[in-house]
């Protein structure tokens, strides 16, 4: 009797040991830029992947030689980004694959990994208004399009068609699909119902409507703009909705509104455009023309809010912002505090005024709005 009774103590020590030692993650509150401003982006969540049911071959499941058990997969080299349906996607440049991860199960699936619809270079990513899934894969020179459970739908273009697609991005209202073809020093354009191909614009050189290896493409869903990063010519470029070529902003340079290797884009539901570089390791955001700089955030390092290689950038439509961090192997979460958000989310939008924790980010406001 004595020796139940003391083996039950030991494992109810065990257990609140277990309990007291137990690491617990809990995001830091970060907002740009600090108090007593007014908040303009608020740190979320980091993601770097999840685990995934392995349920082994089907011969081994039909034998009962294998039970289904979980596996952990890890980010390794995230650069397309986007969310849909309170699910954070990236595509790893690294494994070939695209993570999704849901935000609040922290469940994880994976597109692209099997024989039908395998990726073997992908680089950029989008959503159609029937949340259909867009990957550019550079290697096999086409965009898989997928449904929301990762089933490859149909192909889009060809090793003839392209040299090297990577930066995509939907017009929702047109219902047209945009791919930038870097080595092509162009962008293309495909009506999404037809599957057909309208027209592209560029070629290699300085002038209006000229690139040097673009990467990155975004869609102002408002009036459906076009907003291409040219990033050897250390610039971004604004077409209209039928590739008229409308403005231009940036230039090469180590200071705010400069730039030194522009990457991702993306736009929120005002207009802003926010550009990330992978030299600067941070954020810039502009008007909807760029001739203002808004505000920029983040820095070089490794803690939340900080970059190693940052890469892809992708607003959603509530205004929220997922960014990818090539060498770091993660995903950063953050909320740009819009009108259309504040509106929705007054409590929380009082609170944040409020927060006074101290913090290192690295923030400034160069046009108060």
């Known amino acids: 009797m004595k020796t139940i009774f003391l083996i039950i103590q030991i494992l109810v020590m065990l257990f609140f040991q277990a309990c007291a030692t137990k690491e617990v993650e809990v995001e830091p509150t970060i907002v740009f830029p600090s108090y007593p401003e007014e ?25 009962g030689e294998k039970k289904s058990e979980k596996k952990e997969s890890n980010i390794v080299k ?14 790893d440049t690294g494994t070939d694959v695209v993570f999704v991860m849901d935000e609040n199960s922290k469940a994880l699936k994976l597109i692209g990994d099997n024989a ?17 899934i867009y990957i550019s894969d550079s290697r096999e020179k086409r965009v898989n399009v997928y449904d929301r459970n990762g089933t490859l739908q149909f192909v889009l273009g060809d ?14 209202n047109q219902h047209r ?48 703009n076009i907003v291409v990063v040219d990033t050897q010519n250390f610039r971004v470029q604004i077409f209209d909705k039928d590739g008229k070529f409308l403005s231009k902003f940036g230039n090469v340079g180590n200071k705010p509104g400069t730039f030194a290797r522009p990457k991702g884009v993306g736009i929120d539901s005002e207009g802003n455009i926010y550009i990330t570089d992978s030299a600067f390791n941070n954020i810039q955001i502009f008007d909807e ?42 995903v950063q979460t953050f909320q740009y505090v819009s009108q259309k958000w504040k509106q929705k989310n007054p409590q929380k939008y009082n609170e944040l005024k409020n927060i006074k924790t101290e913090t290192v980010p690295q923030s400034i406001i160069v046009e108060k709005k």
């Open 39 to 63: 908040p303009k982006i608020v740190y979320l969540a980091t993601y770097r992947g999840g685990a995934t049911e392995d349920k082994g071959s089907a011969l081994d499941t039909f034998l």
């Open 78 to 91: 995230p650069y397309g980004v986007g969310l849909q349906d309170g699910k954070v996607y990236a595509v």
């Open 116 to 132: 039908v619809g395998k990726l073997s270079g992908p680089i950029g990513l989008a959503f159609d208004r029937d949340k259909n």
């Open 289 to 330: 023309t760029g001739t203002k700089l808004l505000m920029f955030f983040g820095g070089g390092g490794y803690g939340p809010t900080q970059f190693r290689l940052i890469t892809g950038i992708y607003v959603d439509e509530d205004d929220k912002l997922v960014v990818a961090d090539g060498f770091s192997g993660r």
């Open 177 to 224: 699909l945009y791919v930038v073809d870097t080595k092509a020093h162009l962008f293309k354009v495909y009506d999404i119902a037809t599957k057909k191909y309208l027209y592209s614009v560029g070629k290699r050189g300085t002038e209006d409507g000229e690139f040097n290896f673009p990467t990155n493409v975004a869609v102002d869903q408002r009036n459906g």
């Open 159 to 172: 090793r003839l068609d392209f040299a090297n697609p990577t930066g995509i991005a939907v017009d929702k």
